[in-house]
């Protein structure tokens, strides 16, 4: 698999959902066209720009200046960085901020941030009069490459993550790369945990390019937009297919399970940022698939070796303050996983690996297996 050395124009990958499908626009300073592709898209549209204190600081003023340009008006409200946004109080507030702006059904809300502005601006664009559009403009790596496509939108519930919610699709998303050259190289690097997924899970070709190529994605070069691209086809084929989660769409869950434990555990604090918890997750769907003798322990390990490569924990004991604080026992593991939506009639559905490149959906997974599995990697 090769990728152009030089940027070029914008990549469009459409997302094919008959009268809902939609593209993702990827490219550097693709965000100076948002007003003009907004305008082109809806005629005559008012909008409301949803965004947090820090993306508002380096995002919202170049956003508005793109849509003023093109004569649409706008407005928009400013929450709180961060998990502690996707509640009930985020949503009074958004809510609230955008029938107060008169967003009415035919305008638009835009999503301006990371994942927690995605899913709560988009979770109230679905509820507001019953259905209002939205637009994504992703500025993290993780919102880029996952949270910003497929629809899935909501706020946590004080019992669990992501437990309020429902699908509702963007009608355009805007991934502007350089957007990213502004994170914090932790905060990109746990972006790039769900990028490694897709190659895990569906793409062992493109998960030998990223072994190889990943220096250039961190750095700004053209490898970054070809792997932003790629990531996305990967999910747009899998959501056009099951945009609901009835079936394949759940392989996108692949490190999860365990990831949103460990997230839980850890007080979805600073310890432990979502795409750390997705990397550890996956290291640990890979070696407990090879436990249960499906995936050989050389993939599982190959697995770990580029993530780790990359500086993402991949063990239990990389969580910030292991040795000091520990982390929960394997039953509190459990029980956590438990309380996640991927659980059915007490049976946990995991994503497991029977290589690098095919990942299956099992429905049946025991829990003493899991548990004893836990245990043992609690106390390596
Ligand atoms: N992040 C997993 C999905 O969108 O299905």
């Known amino acids: 698999m090769t990728a152009p050395l030089k940027h070029s124009d914008p990549i469009t990958v459409d997302v094919a959902l008959g009268d809902r499908a939609y593209d993702i626009v990827i490219g550097r300073d693709v965000l100076q066209t ?10 005559g549209v008012r909008t409301a720009i949803v965004t947090d204190r820090t993306v508002a600081k380096h995002w919202l003023e170049p956003a508005q200046a793109s849509l003023a340009a093109a004569g649409i008006p706008t407005s928009h409200v400013i929450v709180e960085e961060g998990e502690g946004s996707k509640t009930y109080a985020g949503l009074e507030k958004v809510s609230e901020a955008l029938i107060a702006a008169k967003i009415e059904r035919n305008d638009l809300v835009i999503a301006l941030g990371g994942g927690v502005v995605g899913d709560l601006a988009g979770f109230a664009a679905a509820i507001l009069r019953r ?62 945990a ?22 250039g994605i961190f750095s700004g070069s053209a490898a970054r937009e070809h ?51 997705v990397a550890i997750g996956t290291v640990l769907a890979a070696e407990f698939s090879a436990s249960l003798g499906m995936i050989s322990p050389a993939d599982a390990a190959r697995v770990e070796r580029h993530l780790a490569s990359v500086g993402l924990p991949t063990r239990l004991q990389d969580i ?61």
């Open 34 to 43: 948002l007003g003009a592709r907004i305008a082109a898209l809806r005629p």
């Open 131 to 192: 259905g209002v559009d939205f637009v994504q403009v992703p500025t993290s790596l993780l919102a880029q490459v996952d949270s910003s496509v497929g629809g899935k939108t909501g706020i946590n519930s004080p019992q669990g993550k992501n437990l309020l919610g429902a699908f509702h699709q963007p009608v355009l998303v805007i991934a502007d790369t350089s957007v990213l050259d502004s994170l914090s190289p932790r905060q990109f690097r746990s972006g790039y």
């Open 194 to 215: 769900e990028v490694a997924k897709y190659g895990v899970l569906g793409d062992e070709a493109f998960f030998a390019w990223l072994e190889t190529n990943h220096s």
């Open 227 to 277: 792997a932003i691209a790629t990531s996305c086809r990967a999910k747009a084929a899998i959501v056009s297919r099951d945009e609901r989660e009835t079936g394949e769409r759940a392989l996108l869950n692949l490190g999860h399970t365990f990831g949103h434990a460990l997230e839980a555990a850890t007080g979805f604090s600073d310890r432990l940022f979502h795409g750390e918890g």
């Open 320 to 380: 910030a303050g292991f040795a000091q604080e520990g982390l929960a026992d394997a039953d509190t593991l459990m029980a956590l996983m438990a309380q996640d939506k991927k659980v059915k009639r007490g049976k946990l559905t995991f994503i497991l690996l029977e290589v690098v490149g095919r990942a299956v959906i099992a429905n049946d997974v025991e829990p003493a297996s899991v548990h004893a599995f836990l245990q043992q990697k609690l106390s390596e």
